[in-house]
């Protein structure tokens, strides 16, 4: 018995020893297998989230450029700023275990929001309202805004006292002349859609900021930082996978800031003096077609508190078109003396209406036959002797001088919204549009097409199409220029020089029924070439023209013997009857007197020859 016994405890214990070597390989065996997954199959993976841990991207913002007038003078520009931010519920919780592990050292959550809110107050002034603020930093919310634009250093004064104060960078969009040519520049301001914080920046909600805001704007970088163990803070020296920021190009117009302000201030005085709804007013150069002033009777500043009108930021002088009027009649003098129909002097008889289709067409004024010179005939602005000389045009040649003029087509000056007017193509003609187009009806077209109009006239018969940036300045400085319009030749330069001059005479101021229709336009010591307009609005509810409601337009060459710039405005539906609402003459001599000052420019040789209109 005791043999046996001996036998089975012994063989217990080898049983013991085989089944904890077993254990142990086993073990071994996984561990082993743990290690390859870890290493060989995991391992990638398990970096990138230790590297996660501790790694934090960084943004680099990139400066929006600036945009300059022709001379340098900075209209919108950027400025670096910090946004204010706190987290009401994650403070609350911060103090209370706080002063659950610091019995003697406890802190008290009113009595530091307080602080903070008087010490803002302090630093930041009218820039927040201590009970406002106070109001948001004891808020039930994860996550508020305390105030925004603040200035870096007073930013880093308040967190330097306040740690627990979020600072999130700001670009902060600065237009130092606030609502001078605000229409053209347009604004831009910080935008956060993007749901990626990284790509928040300064982008452009109107005018030139929004239709160029890709120049301007630049492209953000971006910097991985390593940053301490449970904290945000970087530690210096372990910046690494640098994308640098390409900085926005900044852009030069070609308008002249003191001429804007000028244009701006008369478009805003004319348009209360003649009562319209609305006033535009262009200012070109005779010969590249760029733009120095471009202005409508309202205007915005984009850097107000509190937001702007939508309605104020659009650019009425290329997004709304309007019917010219008489102005529209230099394209019947240009063919007719382009097509050798007639010649100045050359004398008509005018009766004292015509009839085209079903339509009879007058005069603005009562009169038996006339006989009228050809200069007469649009000095006075006859709608009778206009319609007979393009009756011999005859409406082929008629609608190929709109397309050359560039009508019923955009500018393509480069702002948002422009409209390229209205102009039916010739097979879509009835029988009496031929007794509109030519006396400026059923047809629309901006200030900047009908000022392009004359700008052929002055550039001995090239249209250039206008354009109102000069070049952008890429962030090394490198100047680039806009590409500059190709010209259309549309007449003659002995055509253009004919119909200029025969357009002196509609400032002319003489007896016997030889003054023009625009004498108050003359500026002394000039030759002046232009053309007034007078064109019924029409009435959609009555389905026809009103007899109330009208665009009052102008279009004028200085000087006509040496061209230098051309002028057009508009005036929208005003008071007919009072002497400023039924002539924009006064308001192109104003301007034109004041760019004669501006830019020095010489008298005319020779004063404007008187010649006859009725004989």
């Known amino acids: 018995m005791r043999q046996v016994r001996k036998r089975a405890q012994g063989t217990d214990h ?11 390989i086993a073990s071994l065996v996984a561990a082993g297998l743990k290690l390859v997954q870890v290493q060989i199959f995991e391992g990638e993976a398990l970096a990138a989230r230790a590297e996660q841990q501790r790694a934090m991207t960084i943004p680099i913002p990139a400066h929006r450029g600036s945009i300059v007038d022709r001379n340098g003078v900075e209209l919108a520009f950027s400025v670096e700023a910090r946004a204010l931010a706190y987290r009401p519920v994650a403070r609350r919780t911060e103090i209370d275990k706080w002063n659950k592990t610091h019995p003697d050292e406890q802190l008290n959550f009113d009595e530091e929001t307080a602080a903070l809110a008087k010490r803002m107050r302090e630093v930041l002034g009218d820039q927040v ?4 603020v106070l109001a948001k930093l004891r808020s039930d919310k994860k996550f508020v805004y305390l105030v925004d634009k603040v200035e870096p250093a007073k930013a880093r004064e308040l967190q330097k006292k306040f740690a627990h104060l979020n600072l999130e960078y700001r670009a902060q969009r600065e237009y130092p002349a606030g609502s001078l040519a605000s229409n053209i520049v347009g604004r831009a301001n910080w935008r956060m859609e993007d749901p990626v914080p990284a790509n928040h920046s300064l982008h452009g909600l109107s005018g030139l900021e929004l239709f160029r805001d890709n120049l301007l704007a630049g492209k953000p970088g971006k910097q991985i930082v390593e940053t301490g163990e449970r904290t945000d803070a970087v530690i210096p020296g372990r910046g690494r996978d640098l994308q640098a920021a390409i900085d926005g190009s900044d852009m030069e117009l070609t308008i002249d800031a003191d001429l804007q302000f000028f244009l701006q201030q008369k478009t805003a005085e004319y348009g209360q003096r003649s009562g319209s709804k609305r006033v535009s007013a262009v200012v070109m150069d005779a010969k590249t077609g760029e733009v120095y002033a471009l202005a409508n009777d309202k205007a915005f500043d984009p850097s107000a508190p509190g937001g702007v009108d939508p309605k104020l930021m659009s650019d009425p002088s290329v997004t709304t078109p309007f019917e010219p009027g008489s102005v529209n009649k230099v394209v019947t003098a240009m063919g007719a003396i382009e097509y050798g129909i007639t010649t100045p002097d050359a004398v008509h008889s005018v009766p004292d209406s015509i009839k085209i289709a079903d339509r009879v067409i007058r005069d603005a004024w009562d009169h038996g036959r006339l006989n009228m010179t050809t200069t007469g005939i649009f000095a006075k602005s006859s709608n009778v002797g206009t319609l007979l000389l393009a009756k011999e045009i005859n409406e082929t040649r008629f609608a190929e001088l709109l397309g050359k003029l560039g009508l019923g087509t955009r500018t393509g000056i480069g702002l948002p919204g422009e409209s390229p007017g209205a102009l039916l193509p010739q097979k879509q ?4 549009t031929f007794g509109n187009l030519p006396i400026g009806q059923g ?4 200030v ?5 109009m004359y700008q052929t006239l002055a550039n001995d018969g090239v249209r250039v199409p206008p354009r109102i940036v000069r070049a952008t300045v890429r962030p090394d400085g490198t100047r680039v220029e806009e590409p500059r319009p190709e010209g259309i030749r549309v007449v003659s330069p002995e055509t253009a020089k004919t119909t200029r001059d025969m357009f002196r005479a509609v400032t002319q101021k003489a007896p016997n029924g030889n003054s023009g229709t625009a004498t108050l336009a003359a500026v002394t010591g000039y030759q002046i ?6 064109a019924q609005q029409f009435d959609k509810a009555a389905g026809r023209y009103s007899d109330s409601k009208y665009w009052i337009t102008f279009a004028g060459i200085l000087p006509a013997d040496n061209p230098r710039f051309v002028v057009g405005m508009v005036y929208d539906t005003p008071v007919y009857s009072t002497p400023e609402g039924n002539s924009a003459a006064p308001f192109f001599h104003d301007v034109a007197s004041f760019l004669t000052q501006r830019y020095n420019i010489p008298m005319s040789k020779e004063p404007t020859p008187i010649v006859p209109l009725i004989k």
Not at 14 to 24: A, E, G, N, P
Not at 448 to 452: E, N
Request: aromatic share 6%.
């Open 529 to 534: 070439s232009g053309k007034t307009g007078t």
């Open 429 to 432: 003609w009835s029988g009496s």
């Open 443 to 446: 047809l629309s077209m901006t």
């Open 14 to 24: 080898r049983v013991r020893v085989v089944v904890i070597r077993f254990l142990l």
């Open 448 to 452: 900047l097409q009908m000022a392009g």
């Open 129 to 132: 309202v201590e009970a406002e």
